[in-house]
């Protein structure tokens, strides 16, 4: 696990080992083949059944979508149990409470009803869902794998007590420390010239870790994760063990059902997509019609039906392609051109038949019994090129989709840095404009204060005048008296 990777960090790692290729060629060695699979389909194909090979292809195909998979969700109040459910369902929707739920909430999966995540609600002291009656008030037979969440330390009496309950029972859990983003922040105002990333993660980790074992409990299964930044800390891995932990023929319809928000999201559904390959390339080099200026035969109608299951897999589909194309328009090379129809499938098997070396992919297949089956039909330049094909398109639309999650980042972050740009403005107009009002006050102030000073002032040179005049010093009647006394 490594404590401080997020989703930006691992695609950039992801483009710089893989990128766009143009070559239409394939390796025994870049396939998934199931042995006893392969052995059974061969001796079918050796009977010339080709009814029962499509019953058993088409199967093979879409089994997956009959498996029903359950997985219990379980913290208490204000852990994360919705915002992590919604993110693993690709959604902000619907049923997130702000309250603890009193029962055991179903979140279907958008696309697949039959995965289906449960909200459990908490261990209370008496009542429906106290100790003694939990397990089967919640009917805990039911469940395929367990997540036990904390946004600190892990209680003993309900986190870890559930915990040892389904491992008796033989049910997988998985601990994961949530709202790790929000104590990173928290650690950052409150030690803001102390602060250090590392530190804290592993601080987090050996706290939530050392609950775990002073309950006795040792799990490898234990992740951090964020709640307003969910993708971020150990979500890869996270998302690696939930589908690890399931029952093997589980993981390919929990994979498949899942929305490609992260990077191991997409590579895991790459690995399953890749192993159904040989399957189809059997069927094209047992059923397929003869490719016009090709010796290869195809059954392009099946395989335009896995190329657009790719797409929508991989999150590789045009809004994906057009966004690419505006932001890195040399990224996607060929990829660009690419026609997704039966003509544009029937020029890469013609481009393939070019490019990719039958002889030398037939003698190298290990399944003794697949290559057999090719040799002694002569069909080996129709499994081969239909395997090129396939193989090309899907390791493309892998980095398409990766390359999209990286552009999305991206635009997220833009998205932020514009918020807080309009924030500062917005911020920045108001303290000006309550500058200015206080200057102005201040003004008012200062001119108020001035005229009344002058009206001070007049008032005084005014008084000053009237005692003059009410002393007699040259008025009139001081000098009617004067010619008075001199006549």
């Known amino acids: 696990m490594t404590a401080t990777s997020s989703s930006d960090e691992s695609i950039d790692e992801i483009s710089l080992k893989e990128q766009i290729i143009n070559k239409v060629s394939c390796l025994p060695g870049d396939l998934i083949i199931e042995k006893h699979a392969a052995k059974e389909?061969?001796?079918?194909?050796?009977?010339?059944?080709?009814?029962?090979?499509?019953?058993?292809?088409?199967?093979?195909?879409?089994?997956?979508?009959?498996?029903?998979?359950?997985?219990?969700?379980?913290?208490?109040?204000?852990?994360?149990?919705?915002?992590?459910?919604?993110?693993?369902?690709?959604?902000?929707?619907?049923?997130?409470?702000?309250?603890?739920?009193?029962?055991?909430?179903?979140?279907v999966y958008p696309f697949n009803s039959n995965i289906q995540f449960w909200e459990l609600p908490p261990i209370a002291r008496d009542g429906r869902y106290k100790k003694d009656k939990y397990l089967k008030e919640i009917n805990a037979s039911r469940f395929d794998l367990v997540i036990i969440l904390s946004c600190n330390r892990f209680a003993m009496t309900s986190d870890c007590w559930l915990a040892k309950q389904f491992e008796q029972i033989k049910t997988p859990v998985i601990f994961a420390r949530t709202k790790v983003d929000e104590s990173v922040e928290q650690d950052r105002k409150t030690y803001p010239h102390t602060h250090s990333l590392d530190r804290c993660l592993a601080r987090i980790r050996k706290t939530a870790m050392t609950s775990l074992q002073e309950n006795s409990i040792k799990t490898e299964s234990f992740y951090m994760i964020g709640s307003k930044k969910p993708l971020l800390y150990d979500f890869g891995d996270f998302i690696t063990a939930l589908v690890d932990r399931l029952k093997v023929e589980k993981r390919e319809a929990f994979t498949l059902s899942m929305i490609p928000v992260n990077p191991a999201v997409i590579h895991k559904k790459y690995e399953i997509l890749n192993s159904r390959i040989w399957v189809i390339a059997c069927s094209s080099a047992a059923n397929g019609q003869k490719i016009s200026k090709s010796e290869s035969?195809?059954?392009?109608?099946?395989?335009?039906?896995?190329?657009?299951?790719?797409?929508?897999?991989?999150?590789?589909?045009?809004?994906?392609?057009?966004?690419i194309k505006d932001r890195e328009r040399d990224f996607l090379g060929a990829m660009g051109k690419i026609n997704y129809t039966k003509e544009g499938l029937e020029e890469l098997v013609r481009k393939a038949e070019v490019e990719t070396d039958t002889d030398m992919f037939v003698t190298s297949i290990k399944i003794i019994s697949l290559r057999w089956w090719m040799s002694h039909l002569g069909v080996g330049a129709s499994f081969t090129?239909?395997?090129?094909?396939?193989?090309?398109?899907?390791?493309?639309?892998?980095?398409?989709?990766?390359?999209?999650?990286?552009?999305?980042?991206?635009?997220?972050?833009?998205?932020?840095?514009?918020?807080?740009?309009?924030?500062?403005?917005?911020?920045?107009?108001?303290t000006g404009s309550s500058s200015s009002t206080v200057k102005s006050s201040l003004s008012t102030k200062k001119s108020s204060s001035s005229s009344t000073e002058k009206k001070k002032k007049k008032k005084k040179l005014s008084s000053k005048s009237d005692e003059k005049e009410d002393s007699g010093q040259g008025t009139s009647s001081g000098e009617d008296t004067k010619i008075k006394k001199v006549n």
């Open 41 to 107: 389909v061969t001796k079918m194909l050796e009977k010339h059944e080709t009814a029962a090979v499509s019953r058993y292809i088409k199967k093979f195909l879409d089994d997956w979508r009959s498996q029903k998979i359950s997985i219990a969700v379980y913290g208490d109040k204000d852990n994360g149990k919705s915002q992590l459910i919604n993110t693993l369902r690709g959604t902000n929707s619907a049923y997130t409470v702000s309250s603890s739920c009193t029962s055991p909430m179903p979140y």
């Open 297 to 323: 035969k195809a059954e392009l109608e099946m395989m335009l039906d896995e190329v657009r299951f790719y797409r929508k897999q991989l999150g590789a589909q045009e809004d994906a392609l057009r966004k």
């Open 385 to 430: 090129n239909t395997c090129a094909v396939l193989r090309f398109l899907l390791h493309n639309l892998q980095n398409i989709g990766l390359k999209y999650l990286k552009i999305q980042d991206l635009e997220k972050v833009e998205k932020e840095e514009r918020r807080i740009r309009a924030k500062e403005v917005i911020e920045k107009a108001r």
